[in-house]
């Protein structure tokens, strides 16, 4: 490794690295803007400054910009020169000449970059002392407020937005000292990554808009470590809590899931927490119920427990403890998974495919890495949208090493890399059933009905190798595409493939699956990722239980008195009238909720459930990676977890294995002992009894105020802070101010670095993992040496049929999850209900575009405006699934029209 020498200091340092990264990586503090260890080096803000010289002779040397050199063995430089000082204060000054003096009502204000970095080069008084340049900011959605007065041209933004995450609508505008920041004309930023500019942002131009509806200072937020609820992929996540609400969700660094960046869905569908649905206290026949009749609550739900005839109903959006401990609770014969069947029958065999397969499931990062990426049935970007960005990584895997090898240019040169590479895109197939915004980025994409992408998909699997089944009947276009998928996977060193539940069709995991066998079987490092529908589907899966279906079918018999439902609304998960007829079955209703839903009306007993706010537990994502995610603060009410409520229900009925359970450590270690699947998740996180240097580790940054101030209307004597006898975090802002574990950080801060860039302080290197590892634990790994598996069941061709309609489910990123939609902002971004056909159908069923179709499906009749998309294939319509007022169970599915 190269030894550098800082200051007359050697060090040793990583081959391949700026001096700007080497710097950080060795905890040095030097001043950057423009420099983004995700998006590497452009050379913009020339505050990096540090003096280099020849050798020991040389006393004079000269100033370079740190992130634009490479590193080199023996070079020597100087942070600290007066000369480099200097300029590093001048370039301040000049940055900072038309910015507003606006810190006391900045957003930004108290965790900004440009504060720390200002305070850092020791620029301290302004030399401009007339007419500031102003601009006219921009409406950019429901999510941002632009203050373009305060941009001091980094170039940031676009470099994220657009060169990134592929974003078409912001952009730089103008030239000189009147660059501009924005879109052509204002409206909503149409990118699903728009907020990341709030972090991307060294200043104060693009800001949260939902918090500053809220609150602005970041230090007066109570903060916890969590994981993000709004799809399968388990990012990490900061959420920050003030006055007994969430105010902000903030990217949680992790250098296996999601690196620096959150979708827009994670980042902003938390409003369900603070909603005014949110059930606050237990509830006896819909009335108040401390003490309902006289009896306490959980002698109503003891009295109606009847051994045999209760049942309980999981939930995939629960936490792994509430679910487990359920089970427990009921027995495992009377456990039910609280999903569709369809949903079921989707991730059980993808469980099924990556437990007892030999191809490894990517993560986030690894995805990116991938240098071929073939998508099967998936509209990634809106069913698994943190997956699509590591999609449009993946793509410039090829080019760039090209430039790499072939004219020694290092891939932290960003904008030189990026001229050379111009328009060269690496090899990314998509098979879909319509148009996805991934597709411009595709060598190829092709749309047709779920059956046929599976068969192309079998029919790649036989290409690669002759041990997979053959596909009789397939059409020379098919056949045409198989051919090109094949040959370029068989030169692919580290392929990707990706299916899901977003196709509906086991077919097409089947399909994946083989073609990541015969991959494999050619001796090619392949991964296979499969999309899930939420938080905790695969933890769920994993736990065990019987179909939901056969709950249904047991109260039809009169089998069943009482069902405990977790967390669930089973109007999502059945048929309307299927729904109907199990509650009109079942006597008791007992059921363990933070909103109320239609399946809250049905309820005799509810009981009010924590949010993953207010609530400790674990989450296992769609690769099988257990996280734990902390409560951030605790409810003045009655709202406990559903673990507690359901651990308190055992002890009221003398439960034999649960009563001895108290605590989060309990159930935790119960769970790792009694499952084999889940062995080691005790190990996630530190234990409640945890501590460094006797001390608990804060969720209050030790700037946080206004405690005493916050209860003076009450009382003007401080409240005893709440206690967390379940983890090794307090609430309040004593204990250890240094570097806690990597699972338990609830917020990042070091001296002299306020905001979010503070996350070099963390990291073994910088945009390397955290100091003592990423969070998580995989439970999942492949059988390699296991003899491969692979399916033979190709489906017939799809044809389409008179007066018929193949339904296929079609996915929204904001408006198809159950409880982001409860934000008012996302709310905005919500499509109505539609049906989508093709031009020819349309034609057939005389309709156009707007008009309304009318059609029935398991009795429901539907009335829906009419999109036109000739991406589909002829017969097959598009439904979206999960918006509001849309009852369509399962897709696909033939209906008659």
């Not at 000292?177 to 200043?203: D, K």
């Not at 405006?865 to 033939?894: K, R, Y």
Request: net charge negative.
């Amino acid at each position: 490794m190269p030894i550098i020498h800082i200051d007359n200091k050697p060090y040793e340092v990583k081959e391949g690295k700026n001096l700007l990264e080497a710097c950080l990586s060795l905890g040095l503090n030097l001043p950057y803007f423009c420099w983004h260890p995700a998006l590497g080096a452009v050379g913009a803000c020339r505050q990096c400054a540090v003096k280099v010289f020849k050798d020991e002779e040389d006393k004079k040397g000269r100033i370079i910009m740190s992130c634009m050199e490479p590193v080199k063995d023996q070079l020597r430089l100087s942070v600290d020169d007066t000369d480099a000082r200097n300029f590093r204060e001048h370039v301040i000054g000049w940055l900072m000449t038309n910015h507003p003096h606006d810190c006391a009502v900045c957003d930004e204000g108290g965790s900004c970059h440009l504060q720390d970095m200002t305070v850092m080069t020791g620029h301290s008084y302004r030399d401009y002392h007339f007419t500031k340049r102003t601009y006219n900011n921009q409406y950019l959605g429901p999510f941002l407020n632009h203050e373009m007065n305060r941009c001091i041209q980094c170039y940031r933004c676009v470099r994220f937005y657009k060169d990134f995450a592929g974003g078409k609508d912001l952009d730089v505008f103008a030239a000189h000292n009147h660059v501009y920041f924005g879109r052509q004309e204002e409206g909503t930023l149409e990118s699903e990554f728009s907020g990341n500019l709030a972090e991307i942002c060294p200043t104060g131009v693009f800001t949260d808009k939902t918090l500053k509806q809220h609150y602005t200072r970041k230090w007066d937020l109570t903060s916890a470590a969590s994981v993000c609820q709004g799809c399968g992929l388990g990012c990490n996540i900061l959420a920050g809590e003030r006055y007994g609400a969430v105010r902000q969700i903030t990217n949680r660094f992790n250098g296996a899931v999601n690196g620096y960046f959150l979708c827009d869905r994670g980042r902003y569908g938390y409003e369900f927490v603070n909603s005014g649905q949110r059930i606050k206290t237990p509830m006896v026949h819909h009335g108040p119920a401390d003490k309902a009749n006289g009896i306490p609550v959980l002698q109503h739900v003891h009295q109606r427990m009847k051994p045999g005839k209760t049942i309980g109903i999981g939930s995939p959006r629960a936490s792994l403890e509430s679910n487990a401990v359920l089970k427990e609770l009921v027995g495992e014969e009377n456990f039910y998974l609280g999903v569709s069947s369809a949903d079921h029958d989707l991730v059980s065999l993808s469980l099924k495919i990556l437990e007892q397969g030999p191809v490894r499931s990517a993560s986030l990062q690894e995805a990116a890495a991938a240098d071929v990426v073939l998508i099967l049935g998936e509209d990634v970007t809106n069913t698994a949208p943190m997956l699509a960005l590591s999609v449009r990584q993946a793509v410039r895997r090829i080019p760039v090493e090209d430039v790499i090898n072939h004219i020694h240019m290092p891939a932290w040169q960003d904008a030189a890399v990026r001229e050379a590479v111009q328009d060269s895109k690496g090899p990314l197939y998509i098979l879909n059933v319509q148009e996805t915004k991934l597709d411009e980025l595709a060598k190829g994409a092709y749309h047709t009905a779920p059956d046929n992408i599976a068969r192309i998909g079998f029919g790649v699997s036989h290409l690669l190798s002759s041990k997979m089944p053959e596909v009789k009947g397939m059409s020379e276009q098919g056949k045409a595409i198989a051919e090109e998928i094949a040959g370029v996977l068989k030169a692919a060193k580290n392929p990707l493939i990706i299916a899901g539940y977003g196709g509906g069709s086991e077919a097409i995991i089947k399909a994946a699956a083989n073609v990541s066998w015969a991959l494999r079987d050619l001796g090619i490092d392949a991964m296979l990722t499969y999309t899930v529908p939420e938080c905790n589907s695969v933890g769920l899966e994993m736990l065990g239980g019987h179909r939901l279906d056969s709950a249904v079918d047991r109260a039809l018999n009169n089998e069943v008195d009482t069902a405990i439902i977790l967390e669930n609304d089973l109007y999502r998960r059945l048929n309307q009238h299927r729904a109907e007829k199990f509650f009109g079955k079942v006597k008791d209703v007992i059921l363990l909720d933070h909103l109320y839903n239609p399946t809250a009306e049905k309820a005799t007993i509810i009981l009010p459930a924590g949010t993953f706010a207010e609530s400790d537990g674990t989450l296992v994502n769609n690769e099988g990676r257990a996280q734990r995610f902390f409560q951030v603060f605790a409810p003045d009410s009655a709202v406990q977890e559903s673990w507690r409520w359901l651990l308190q229900i055992a002890d009221i009925n003398g439960h034999a294995t649960l009563s001895g359970l108290q605590h989060l450590d309990d159930v935790v270690s119960h769970i790792a002992h009694a499952y084999k699947k889940f062995e080691g998740i005790d190990k996630l996180a530190p234990h409640a009894d945890f501590r460094i240097a006797g001390q608990k580790v804060p969720r209050e940054p030790h700037r946080f105020s206004g405690r005493t101030a916050m209860q003076a209307n009450v009382n003007v004597s401080e409240p005893r802070p709440p206690q967390d006898p379940d983890t090794a975090l307090s609430f309040t802002m004593e204990g250890y101010r240094g570097e806690p574990p990597s699972s338990m950080i609830p917020f990042f801060w070091a001296p002299g670095w306020n905001s979010v860039q503070s996350v070099n302080k963390f990291q073994v290197e910088t945009g390397g993992p955290l100091h003592d590892g990423n969070p998580g634990k995989r439970l999942i790994e492949p059988h390699a040496n296991g003899q491969t598996p692979f399916y033979t069941e190709v489906p017939e061709p799809f044809l389409p049929l008179k007066e018929h309609l193949l339904l296929v489910p079609l996915y929204h990123i904001f408006g198809s999850e159950e409880l982001s939609v409860h934000t008012p902002g996302i709310a905005e971004r919500i499509p109505a209900p539609y049906i989508m056909l093709h031009s020819e159908d349309a034609k057939r069923l005389q309709v156009t575009a707007g008009y309304l179709l009318h059609f029935t499906d398991n009795g429901h009749q539907y009335t829906l405006p009419v999109i036109i998309n000739d991406t589909l294939q002829e017969g097959v319509a598009g439904i979206p699934v999960g918006l509001p007022g849309m009852q369509i169970s399962e897709a696909p599915q033939l209906i008659k029209v």
